[in-house]
């Protein structure tokens, strides 16, 4: 394998940008194996929410695969705290937790909201909590109630509180194209643009602090990388040498990039040291091309995908340099790695018979599971507590964004409209 490789997949990705529809993030997946919870809806008093906290929760909850959320007219009553609860009643339902709440708002400005979770059998309460946050917080308090019922339930981390990075095509009324890349909740609401150009963006990756995103943009004629922070809109570009500049990918203190550079001739992985500038190469072989480098939590080795055994493999090396490890033997083709955040599994890109589907691998036994059926993944993202995968795929036709837990057992599909969605990166849980 040679060059060739490189250049048809640079060819494939404009190709399909220029044919992919354009879409707007919505969930619409289901689940399986879920834990019932009942979610009364919280009383109101005073001013109108201009969010149904109540609701945003619900979804959270049923869109983690991991509990089903009584439907409404199945509730009994509609107790906003504790002495309004007859829990024998509520037992009947069998589920396993009940979740109250009230907010209320003098001014319409800012809102007093709080809830209280229960163990329906128990009649005890295992959270709850009093917040006060303007009107324009309600939508992320929402997702860190869903978070903290999430973890005290299932004891895991909850992600509800997080974000998602990808980049759109928007179709003028011309019929030319410009790109997005946009930033929304982890459901897909609240999208806002952090970049637009009439030439393409790419890879997006978080960094570890949540407030730096790391992508490629052809906005000056040729593949660029740039750091941009979100909260100030600042940016600076970081890598601009000649030939390629791409696949930039955080170190997990956030200090660092991996990068794949042909400064010297051939696609190789370099790590560049953002407050020095220094830049250190990685891999040397000018036989192969090396690429999208990804950190281990350790932040002492990556994975990375090469041609070095004749067909696209996934491999690992020390961040200093060295020999690189083959970790990918199942298959001829194996790319676009991403590791969990314990660093126990690998998702990745797995061909079969010229078909595409997002796989995990465990580090330590080698084993492999493949995910997905369509046959057209790609980009697979780890979830920030490890759970699920975000991808994008296809759907009619159409470019759509979905995720998939680690054991295969939950899909969902994030639903689809005129927005044409590629890369999708999965934020780190924000402090």
Request: hydrophobic share 35%; proline share 4%.
């Amino acid at each position: 394998m040679t060059k060739r490789w490189l250049t048809l997949i640079w060819l494939t990705l404009f190709l399909s940008w220029q044919a992919q529809a354009e879409l707007v993030i919505e969930i619409t997946g289901g689940s399986e194996s879920a834990l019932p919870i009942a979610i009364v809806p919280f009383g109101s008093e005073g001013f109108s929410a201009p969010e149904d906290i109540s609701k945003i929760i619900t979804n959270d909850l049923a869109r983690s695969g991991r509990f089903a959320p009584l439907a409404k007219q199945d509730l009994i009553s509609s107790p906003h705290q504790k002495s309004e609860i007859n829990f024998q009643d509520w037992r009947l339902l069998r589920s396993e937790g009940l979740l109250v709440g009230k907010i209320s708002s003098l001014d319409g400005e800012t809102y007093n909201v709080q809830f209280q979770l229960f163990d329906v059998y128990k009649g005890q309460q295992l959270a709850g909590k009093r917040y006060q946050v303007p009107a324009s917080g309600l939508r992320r308090l929402a997702h860190q109630i869903a978070d903290q019922v999430y973890q005290t339930l299932t004891g895991e981390v909850g992600v509800f509180s997080t974000r998602l990075a990808f980049v759109s095509v928007i179709r003028n009324a011309d019929g030319s194209k410009r790109f997005a890349l946009q930033v929304s909740d982890s459901d897909g609401a609240n999208p806002r643009t952090v970049l637009q150009s009439k030439q393409p963006i790419l890879s997006p990756s978080w960094a570890s602090d949540g407030e730096r995103l790391a992508y490629v943009s052809f906005e000056n004629g040729k593949a660029e990388v740039f750091v941009q922070e979100m909260r100030s809109g600042r940016r600076n570009s970081v890598a601009a040498f000649k030939g390629l500049n791409s696949a930039p990918a955080w170190s997990p203190d956030g200090k660092q990039l991996a990068l794949t550079l042909s400064k010297s001739g051939n696609p190789e992985i370099y790590t560049l040291e953002l407050a020095t500038g220094k830049l250190t190469r990685v891999t040397h072989n000018s036989q192969a091309i090396d690429t999208e480098a990804v950190w281990m939590p350790n932040g002492k080795e990556l994975l990375f995908t090469s041609d070095r055994g004749g067909r696209p493999q996934v491999y690992k090396i020390a961040a200093s340099g060295g020999r690189a490890k083959r970790m990918t033997y199942e298959g001829s083709y194996n790319t676009s790695a991403d590791v969990s955040p314990d660093g126990q599994m690998m998702t990745m890109v797995h061909s079969i018979n010229g078909k595409f589907y997002i796989a995990v691998q465990d580090l330590n036994t080698g084993a492999l599971l493949i995910l997905t059926e369509t046959g057209k993944d790609e980009s697979p993202s780890f979830a920030p507590n490890g759970r699920m995968i975000l991808y994008a795929t296809e759907q009619n036709g159409k470019g759509v964004l979905a995720a998939v837990s680690v054991d295969g057992q939950i899909q969902q599909r994030l639903g689809e409209s005129d927005r044409g969605v590629r890369e999708p990166a999965w934020s780190p849980i924000r402090k």
